[in-house]
């Protein structure tokens, strides 16, 4: 039976989500986990909107409306939407940039008998998940 371990983490103001979420799979030397939940806000965003090759960069006040994706050492996937201050909400793949405001309140979880890893398989020309079970 597998195990699930839960992570409960808090960024701080001026810290990269992006690069904060990848530096705590690689210390945690996490094979397979995903983000389950995150509140927060962001000063400055850059995501990767839908089929568009580079991504989109603006400052302000921003919160968190959702994030979720893939965690591994192996290599990450998630996305995030952001509302501003009146309430326009945009989301996308989250890319490194985005520069927490107050905090980000982070649930992740793992397994220990999958591992993740980002491959190209053929399907599409982006390197995709690829799960292997231990």
Known sequence: MPTIKAYAIRLK???????????FADKNQLTAAWVVTCA???????????NQQAGSADSGHFEIV????????NGSH??????DSTGK???GHLQEGCIIYTTAEIIIQSSDKMIFTREKDGTTPWEELQVETK
């Not at 103001?13 to 530096?23: I, M």
């Not at 959702?66 to 050492?73: E, F, I, Q, V, Y």
């Not at 998630?78 to 509302?83: A, F, G, K, R």
């Open 78 to 83: 998630v996305h995030i939407s952001i509302s």
């Open 89 to 91: 909400t945009i989301g």
């Open 13 to 23: 103001p001026g810290e990269d989500l992006r690069k904060s979420l990848q530096s």
């Open 66 to 73: 959702s994030l979720g994706g893939t965690l591994s050492k």
């Open 40 to 50: 927060g806000s962001l000063t400055h965003y850059n995501i990767r909107f839908a």
